[in-house]
């Protein structure tokens, strides 16, 4: 009994001693734990570093994605764009749900100065930036002419809608027999009267007796098709420089592709029953315009039309359809002497000039500090706004 006993506290103390470390293999312990602890600090220093900031041109590159592909987002349901230029741009979209009961209203805008932030803002809230530095934002918009569906609804600038000239009786009466609908309108109408006014109609037709000097700012950055009959316009329409007159009673067709002038054969028509102010430039028209008509004996440009997006003289593009007929002079004109050749010049001039434009699509090109190449995209628009939404 006793050797048993014994025995069974040797193997126990047998035991205990495997379980435990040598002086030895704790200093190996420790050496491998020193080596694994700097492999692993020397790890996390590399990955800290790899950790790009908020200056990084990756991460600003992917924020300038960011913000471009939310942008085209909610550009893709706009039913409306009420401003549109190379750094701004406001549209309506339909209610999402966001706390907003009707129409909400959207704006992107940067001021055009390097370093300002590209701002947002929604329905009449607070502007928040959306990305900063920027260095660059160019909007641009693509456009498409539609027929009209109806009979044109015309918007004629006068001299004093509440006084009607004879001259200015007889033009609208002759439109209204075509069926069409023409709301007079003084040419010292404010911008918010003219604007009022544009949304109810579909062309603007500016009468030979209305003020160049006010229907120039009403007009600079038109929402519809124009026809007009004031040489003192030229420039403000983009076709030249200037206007002047021609006492004449023909006017020579030298282009018949055109919609205006398709039913008719080139060369001479009669325009007046007797001579009378035949509207031409001496100017060199703009690159954009294109000479449907004019004075036969020097060949002078008289009937000249710009298409959307043609380019006109002192810069930039034209968003809407534009005509000049080819009849002037301030309120000596007789608008009578007009033959019936000239009635169907006027009357396909106005139909052609009140064809609906719709918004296709946004360009967005985005540049931030430090990035390249900028970001960019194209968003097509689902709804095709009018342009004339003010």
């Given at each position: 009994?006793?050797i048993?006993f014994?025995?069974?506290?040797m193997?126990?103390?047998?035991t205990?001693y495997?379980?435990?470390?040598t002086?030895?293999?704790?200093?190996?312990?420790?050496?491998?734990?020193?080596?694994?602890?700097?492999?692993?600090?020397?790890?996390?220093?590399v990955?800290s570093h790899?950790?790009?900031?908020?200056?990084?041109?990756?991460v600003?590159?992917?924020?300038?994605?960011?913000v471009?592909?939310?942008?085209?987002?909610?550009?893709?349901y706009a039913?409306?764009?009420?401003?549109?230029?190379?750094?701004?741009?406001?549209?309506?979209?339909?209610d999402?749900?966001?706390?907003a009961?009707?129409?909400?209203?959207?704006?992107?805008a940067?001021?055009?100065?390097?370093?300002?932030?590209?701002t947002?803002?929604?329905?009449?809230?607070?502007?928040?930036a959306?990305?900063?530095?920027?260095?660059?934002?160019?909007?641009?918009y693509?456009?498409?002419?539609?027929?009209?569906?109806?009979?044109?609804?015309?918007?004629?600038?006068?001299d004093?809608a509440g006084w009607?000239?004879?001259?200015?009786?007889?033009?609208?009466?002759?439109?209204?027999?075509?069926?069409?609908t023409?709301?007079?309108?003084?040419?010292f109408?404010?911008?918010?009267e003219?604007?009022a006014?544009?949304?109810?109609?579909?062309v603007?037709?500016?009468?030979n007796?209305?003020?160049?000097?006010?229907?120039?700012?009403?007009?600079a950055?038109?929402?519809?098709?124009?026809?007009?009959?004031?040489?003192?316009?030229y420039?403000?329409?983009?076709?030249?420089q200037?206007?002047?007159?021609?006492?004449?009673?023909?006017?020579?067709?030298?282009d018949?592709?055109?919609?205006i002038?398709?039913?008719f054969?080139?060369?001479?028509?009669r325009?007046?029953?007797?001579?009378?102010?035949?509207?031409?430039?001496?100017?060199?028209?703009s690159?954009?315009?294109?000479v449907?008509?004019?004075?036969i004996?020097?060949?002078?440009?008289?009937l000249?039309?710009i298409?959307?997006g043609?380019?006109?003289?002192?810069?930039?593009?034209?968003?809407?359809?534009?005509?000049c007929l080819?009849?002037?002079?301030?309120?000596v004109?007789?608008?009578?002497?007009v033959?019936?050749?000239?009635?169907t010049?006027?009357?396909?001039?106005?139909?052609?000039a009140?064809?609906?434009v719709?918004?296709?699509g946004v360009?967005?090109?985005?540049?931030l500090?430090?990035?390249?190449p900028?970001?960019?995209?194209?968003?097509?628009?689902?709804?095709?706004?009018?342009?004339?939404?003010?």
């Amino acid at each position: 009994m006793t050797i048993l006993f014994q025995h069974t506290i040797m193997a126990r103390r047998r035991t205990t001693y495997r379980l435990g470390f040598t002086l030895a293999e704790l200093l190996v312990s420790m050496s491998i734990m020193t080596i694994l602890m700097g492999v692993m600090t020397s790890v996390i220093v590399v990955t800290s570093h790899a950790i790009p900031d908020s200056q990084d041109p990756v991460v600003k590159k992917i924020e300038a994605m960011d913000v471009v592909d939310q942008m085209a987002g909610e550009l893709f349901y706009a039913n409306a764009i009420t401003e549109e230029t190379a750094n701004a741009i406001t549209f309506t979209v339909a209610d999402r749900g966001h706390g907003a009961v009707g129409p909400e209203t959207i704006r992107y805008a940067w001021s055009g100065t390097p370093g300002d932030p590209f701002t947002r803002q929604y329905n009449s809230g607070t502007v928040v930036a959306v990305c900063n530095d920027v260095q660059l934002l160019n909007l641009s918009y693509d456009k498409r002419v539609e027929p009209l569906n109806g009979l044109p609804r015309v918007l004629m600038i006068v001299d004093n809608a509440g006084w009607l000239l004879p001259g200015e009786i007889t033009r609208k009466t002759t439109m209204e027999g075509w069926g069409f609908t023409v709301q007079p309108i003084s040419s010292f109408s404010t911008q918010a009267e003219f604007n009022a006014a544009v949304i109810n109609n579909d062309v603007i037709y500016i009468s030979n007796d209305a003020n160049a000097g006010d229907v120039g700012p009403l007009i600079a950055n038109p929402k519809l098709g124009i026809v007009n009959e004031v040489t003192g316009l030229y420039a403000a329409m983009g076709v030249s420089q200037s206007g002047t007159l021609f006492w004449a009673d023909f006017l020579d067709i030298v282009d018949n592709t055109h919609e205006i002038t398709s039913v008719f054969t080139l060369g001479g028509i009669r325009l007046f029953s007797s001579t009378d102010n035949l509207a031409i430039t001496t100017a060199q028209v703009s690159a954009g315009t294109q000479v449907l008509g004019g004075e036969i004996v020097a060949g002078a440009p008289s009937l000249l039309v710009i298409d959307v997006g043609g380019a006109m003289y002192g810069g930039g593009t034209a968003n809407t359809r534009r005509v000049c007929l080819p009849w002037a002079g301030w309120k000596v004109f007789d608008f009578n002497k007009v033959t019936a050749d000239g009635l169907t010049i006027m009357r396909r001039a106005i139909a052609w000039a009140a064809a609906p434009v719709l918004y296709t699509g946004v360009r967005i090109d985005l540049q931030l500090t430090g990035i390249s190449p900028n970001a960019k995209t194209q968003t097509k628009m689902l709804n095709r706004p009018k342009v004339n939404a003010l």
